[in-house]
């Protein structure tokens, strides 16, 4: 949750805001547990979160042992 506040600070050089997170859940409503974030699932175009900064583009992580999409926010 600080990473997300943290990005809410500010635009960076990205034009990105900060980001939203979205828990990765099954078809049963249940989560995604993850070790690292490469256990989590993803598509093809949503890569691996490498930072705590906000990515212009949408990535996966594990957080805390559960799965978490991070979709950015524009600033506007």
């Known amino acids: 949750m600080a990473v997300v506040s ?3 600070l500010g ?6 805001c900060g980001s939203t997170p979205v828990d990765i859940t099954r078809t049963d409503g249940s989560l995604y547990r993850c070790v690292t974030s490469e256990d989590c699932p ?3 175009r949503v890569s691996v979160c490498v930072t705590d900064v906000s990515s212009e ?3 996966v992580r594990c957080d805390e042992t559960r799965c ?9």
């Open 6 to 8: 943290a990005g809410l």
């Open 68 to 76: 978490v999409r991070l979709i950015p926010e524009s600033c506007e």
């Open 57 to 59: 583009r949408e990535c």
């Open 11 to 16: 635009c960076n050089n990205l034009e990105s």
């Open 42 to 44: 993803r598509t093809s």
